[in-house]
């Protein structure tokens, strides 16, 4: 393991045990106190958070390569889920504003909520739209055209689950998330999840970022020396990263009957960097390649192998 101060470690491996603890044990508690509120606290203007959920929305298109006139036709009749949402749904409610049948978010942790800056919000993305998308998005609520009413379930649903999977079996057409799998407790089930709630002819997209989210000490990528052991016991109930890198998805999307259509990096550290790190890594990241160990991140487009491929053919 790298330290440069091990007292200074061994305070930090104490404190964040007791704080995983407290998540283990009451994760509602454990958000409240350390004010885990994402996209809706009270830190940046509600435009921009809603310019943020337009651009993941775009992003999510990009990749499938679907032009923006083409998003309705898309998504008319498509059930999407999307993983870890954060606090405020914008992306599922633009998804829906541009047609897309229902909407499903799952969380791990309870953040979702109507509050004042969550209303701001909702009303940015809402006046951003043009007014067709906006009448459609308007019926998205309980009551149509008020968003402090609520969602309307019918089409847009959240819930909060153990270890945040949706237990649906090909239920979804396209499953997406943005930030969050390098969150998740535990990826092997999540990735199983992906594949069981995926038809047989949808396709799941994510965003991964594999940065160490201000868990490094010293150099960039030390967090990725704590023995597994010891990281768990201080980060695996909080929604800390999970550490896991490229080599695991490709492993578990492979484990859970899924082909990898599309994979890059969004980022990669300098390779002095990663040679300076590789020594001290903790067991399970030694044998990757130092290209890979590179990646700060990246995008993840799965399907069903055999079905997408007969459907192209
Ligand atoms: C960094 S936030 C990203 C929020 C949002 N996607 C965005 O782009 O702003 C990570 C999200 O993943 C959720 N999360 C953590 N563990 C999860 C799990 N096992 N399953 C589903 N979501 C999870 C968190 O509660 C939070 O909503």
Redesign the pocket.
């Known amino acids: 393991m790298y330290s440069e101060n091990p007292m200074h470690d061994v305070v930090r491996v104490m404190k964040a045990f007791l704080s995983n603890q407290l998540a283990r044990f009451a994760p509602s508690i454990y958000v409240k106190v350390t004010h885990q509120t994402?996209?809706g606290d009270e830190s940046g203007d509600a435009k921009e958070v809603a310019a943020y959920f337009a651009m993941?929305v775009k992003e999510y298109f990009e990749k499938l390569d679907i032009a923006p006139a083409d998003y309705a036709a898309y998504l008319k009749g498509k059930k999407i889920l999307e993983?870890?949402?954060?606090d405020v749904l914008g992306v599922a409610l633009l998804m829906y504003a541009h047609g897309a049948d229902a909407v499903h978010c799952?969380?791990?942790?309870p953040?979702s909520q109507i509050s004042g800056k969550s209303l701001r919000i909702y009303w940015e993305i809402l006046n951003a739209l043009d007014a067709n998308k906006k009448d459609r998005a308007l019926g998205a609520f309980k009551e149509f055209g008020k968003p402090e009413s609520g969602f309307n379930p019918e089409a847009i649903a959240y819930t909060v689950t153990p270890?945040?999977?949706s237990g649906k079996k090909r239920h979804y057409d396209l499953i997406i998330?943005?930030?969050?799998l390098e969150?998740?407790?535990?990826l092997e089930k999540?990735m199983q999840d992906i594949s069981d709630a995926l038809k047989t002819n949808g396709v799941s997209i994510h965003q991964v970022d594999l940065k160490s989210h201000g868990l490094d000490r010293y150099k960039p990528y030390d967090f990725l020396t704590w023995p597994e052991v010891l990281f768990k016991l201080m980060y695996s109930h909080k929604?800390f990263p999970n550490r896991w890198r490229v080599d695991k998805y490709r492993e578990l999307a492979a484990k859970s009957g899924l082909r990898i259509r599309h994979m890059s990096p969004t980022g990669q550290l300098a390779m002095h960097d990663v040679a300076a790190i590789q020594p001290k890594l903790a067991r399970q990241f030694r044998n990757i390649p130092g290209e890979e160990l590179s990646w700060l991140g990246f995008w993840v487009l799965v399907e069903h192998p055999a079905v997408n491929a007969a459907d192209r053919s």
């Not at 799952?106 to 942790?109: H, I, P, Q, S």
Request: proline fraction near 4%; include cysteine.
């Open positions: 994402g996209r993941c993983y870890g949402p954060g799952v969380d791990r942790f953040l270890d945040g999977l998330s943005r930030a969050v969150h998740v407790n535990d999540t929604g």
